[in-house]
């Protein structure tokens, strides 16, 4: 039987992806080959966030200075200039030539696109309709004001027993009136996940916001795409029983040490796959 504290999109999404691999990453905890682009979002989620929370563009920094605090949260060592010391990021894979060099040219035009848009589209960060309580040290609210900007949950699903837990990346009022949750997106490679009505249900049932729509900030196109509006169909198609329709198959399969190897497409990026059995090789 394993141990779980807690389930996470994320966890969830792994787990239902492929269940040995999940074992490997979570139980085994074996070494693995990690990709550049994760430090590398880390990095732009960080800049734009500390800019959403009001901080005027050139007190925010550079790009840079963000990689490598997120590299070295990671352990990568750099010498006073801060530059990765030699051979210090071969273990990291990158993919389509984006290099530590090329993210860290990349990270100010995506964060420099990223402001444009907050400028021209008029998408305010959504809050509370109503004003703060803070504790003494002034670290977190008392009344359940919230402010969208990545929105931490702790929720208990029905038939659950561990906590569904997660950040919400944005939450945005637009001129129009309607709220929206994004996530922000750095990777080239397209979502196919579902994050967003999972996002969407915890945002609207347990939250309480009152949620229109969802869509994906693109940090390379510098917009939003595939906007949605879920509450637009009558029959609404994202909620709390969905959601545990869909959570609770990977909490009891994990607490019954159900773990599926499922070789695919999805061997190609696995960071685990040096130490699986089952990988599908190419050409094979
Ligand atoms: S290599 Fe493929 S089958 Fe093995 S853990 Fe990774 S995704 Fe699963």
Request: hydrophobic share 35%.
């Amino acid at each position: 039987m394993t141990e779980l504290e807690r389930l996470s999109h994320s966890s969830a999404h792994t787990y239902n992806e492929c269940g040995e691999r999940w074992r490997l990453e979570r139980v085994e905890k074996v070494d693995k080959v990690p990709w550049l682009a994760g430090p590398a979002g880390s990095a732009f989620h960080t800049m734009t966030e500390v800019y959403d929370h009001g901080i005027e563009t050139g007190e925010v920094g550079t790009y840079k200075g963000y990689l490598v605090e997120a590299l070295m949260e990671d352990g990568v060592a750099f010498d006073q200039d801060y530059n990765p010391m030699p051979g210090e990021l071969e273990r990291y894979r990158v993919s389509r030539g984006e290099t530590y060099e090329w993210w860290c040219r990349a990270g100010d035009h995506m964060f420099d696109q990223y402001v444009a848009w907050r400028e021209r589209s008029g998408w305010e960060v959504w809050e509370s309709p109503f004003e703060p309580e803070w504790n003494e040290d002034g670290s977190a609210t008392i009344n359940g004001w919230m402010f969208g900007v990545e929105l931490p949950f702790e929720v208990m699903l029905p038939g659950m027993t561990v906590p569904d837990k997660g950040y919400i990346d944005r939450i945005f009022s637009l001129p129009d009136g309607r709220i929206i949750l994004v996530d922000l997106k750095t990777w080239a490679r397209e979502r196919t996940t579902t994050q967003l009505p999972h996002y969407f249900a915890v945002a609207q049932d347990h939250l309480g916001i009152p949620v229109d729509g969802v869509a994906y900030y693109d940090a390379r196109l510098g917009r939003p795409t595939g906007i949605a509006y879920p509450t637009d169909d009558p029959e609404k198609p994202w909620d709390t029983d969905r959601l545990s329709a869909l959570l609770l198959p990977v909490e009891r399969g994990i607490i019954g040490d159900v773990f599926e190897p499922k070789p695919g497409s999805q061997c190609g990026w696995c960071s685990v796959a040096h130490h699986c059995a089952f990988k599908l090789e190419k050409n094979k």
